[in-house]
């Protein structure tokens, strides 16, 4: 199964930021790990500009759970699929800091694939949830709700992003059994319910020092990078840990 590396740089950066770091991605000697970043929208133009005809793919961080019409300040997924790869669909900062109920990520979903774009589907459970034991039950019921009773889902149009939210810029990463688990558990989730199995990347405190243990437990085809994807010596070096081609 391929990998993927895809940075999440969530409300960093600026013109002269996408200038001189960009390139520095195209530098990178990606072999068979698909890479991508997801920068602010406002920056995906310029991104695209200097990324066009090359494998290195972009991303929004999220899209509209509507379509075109008088929503003020909305970005639709139709309009996103003019200049990116992928949308990162119900990442927990959203869900937690912004409300988004498991029916508001299904319907950005939703438009996301009809767009056809790459979906990247966050899911993970907060603290308290995964100390009470409730971890697997907390991302079944996200997986049923954003995924089940669809037809004829493909893999290539859904990357599943497992980030335990406790984790998450707390720098302290889930342990290498902690995400393999997890993770197992939702190829398996995929493989019952869509028939399919599917690509599924950790997320969470990922950096130079613990890609490679991360990367080498079982299920964990890549990963969800947020910080460090913004210093390109150690998002580099995640990507060096995810390829299999070395």
């Known amino acids: 199964m391929l990998r993927y590396v895809l940075g999440n740089w969530k409300s960093n950066g600026s013109r002269d930021f996408v200038a001189g ?25 310029a991104v695209r500009a200097q990324i066009d005809g090359t494998s290195l793919w972009s991303g929004a961080q999220t899209c509209s759970s509507t379509g075109s019409g008088a929503f003020t300040g909305e970005v639709t997924a139709s309009m996103l699929a003019e200049m990116c790869d992928f949308v990162l669909v119900g990442h ?57 009773d669809r037809d004829a889902l493909m893999p290539d149009t859904v990357l599943i992003a497992y980030e335990p939210v406790w984790a998450i810029g707390a720098g302290v990463a889930a342990t290498a059994g902690d995400a393999a688990t997890m993770c197992t558990f939702i190829h398996a989730w995929a493989e019952e319910h869509l028939g399919a199995d599917f690509a599924v990347l950790y997320g969470g405190s990922v950096n130079a020092g613990n890609a490679a243990e991360l990367i080498a ?17 150690d998002f580099n070096a995640i990507v060096q840990a995810a390829r299999t081609d070395r």
């Open 217 to 233: 437990g079982d299920g964990v085809d890549g990963f969800l990078v947020g910080g460090a994807s913004l210093k390109a010596d």
């Open 21 to 45: 770091f960009v390139p520095q991605l195209l530098n990178i000697e990606a072999g068979d790990v698909q890479v991508g970043c997801a920068p602010p929208s406002i920056y995906l133009e």
């Open 92 to 148: 927990s900062e959203r869900r937690l800091r912004f409300g988004e109920t498991d029916a508001v990520v299904r319907g950005k979903l939703d438009r996301v694939l009809e767009a056809g774009l790459t979906a990247v589907l966050c899911v993970g459970e907060v603290l308290e949830e995964r100390e009470a034991g409730l971890a697997e039950s907390i991302v079944r019921r996200q997986l049923d709700s954003a995924l089940r």
